[in-house]
């Protein structure tokens, strides 16, 4: 599944060579296989930028590899919150991972059974997998503390189900994350994916849609979540130390 010249430059790590494919007008979405999911699985941080840059669907499925309620590229950077935060920054869809068919019926007795199991079986039976089954397998629910306050910087007021809640109540973040769920979010921050999702129909968050508005910098730059930007922070600091 791998047709273009764009996907050998992802798939090789070569910056220089993707850049110069996607300034002369190669798409970034040709391939069966995504680039952008290749990029973020192999931790390019600049290529995931400029793939993201050049409008790739941040919020792709690839059904092969698994079939989950929420986009593909999430999976593969649980364990990076730089990468996570270039993927929310360009439009990633958050409120996806608090969808679920859960309810309060979930009891403690049967939360740890194979979950593996069941996540094959769903998939077996052409369900998709939600977040909340995902995050709580054994080899990822270490993860899930850190991963679910990551995500409540780019959603709204949500709930989660009561087996998420269950995972999480392990964690030591779990008493951020309950104050955060069990409060009303400040209205500033509530207008954040309130107007992004006025912006376009195909990302909760058009980057270049946002940018185009007649809008004050600094406004711009919180509808974009530019403080939460640790890519880039980290590009400037490193500048910056150059200059010296």
Excluded at 5 to 31: H, M
Excluded at 59 to 72: A, M, Q, W
Excluded at 92 to 120: G, I, P, T
Excluded at 121 to 127: A, D, I, L, P, V
Aim: charged share 25%; aromatic share 8%.
């Amino acid at each position: 599944m791998r047709r273009t010249a764009l996907y050998l430059a992802v798939s090789n790590g070569d910056i220089t060579c993707t850049e110069l494919l996607l300034n002369t007008g190669v798409k970034p979405d040709t391939d069966p296989l995504r680039c952008l999911p290749v990029a973020v699985r192999a931790g390019w941080y600049e290529i995931v930028r400029l793939l993201l840059a050049k409008g790739a669907d941040v919020n792709c499925y690839f059904r092969v590899v698994s079939h989950t309620l929420f986009p593909t590229a999430l999976q593969y950077c649980l364990r990076d919150e730089v990468m996570m935060r270039l993927l929310l920054n360009g439009g990633y869809d958050a409120e996806r991972c608090f969808c679920c068919h859960h309810d309060n019926s979930f009891h403690a007795d049967c939360a740890w059974k194979d979950l593996k199991s069941h996540m094959s079986e769903m998939c077996n039976q052409g369900e998709k997998i939600p977040f909340c089954d995902f995050i709580s397998v054994s080899c990822l629910k270490h993860l899930a503390g850190t991963v679910v306050q990551v995500l409540l910087d780019y959603v709204g007021q949500v709930s989660i189900c009561s087996k998420l809640k269950l995972t999480l109540e392990k964690h030591k973040e779990w008493l951020e994350i309950r104050a955060t769920l069990g409060n009303p979010r400040p209205p500033k921050h509530l207008c954040r994916p309130a107007i992004g999702r006025q912006t376009t129909a195909k990302t909760p968050c058009d980057v270049s849609a946002i940018e185009s508005l007649p809008l004050a910098p600094r406004i711009k730059d919180y509808l974009l979540y530019k403080e939460h930007d640790l890519y880039g922070h980290n590009i400037g600091l490193n500048m910056w130390r150059k200059s010296f």
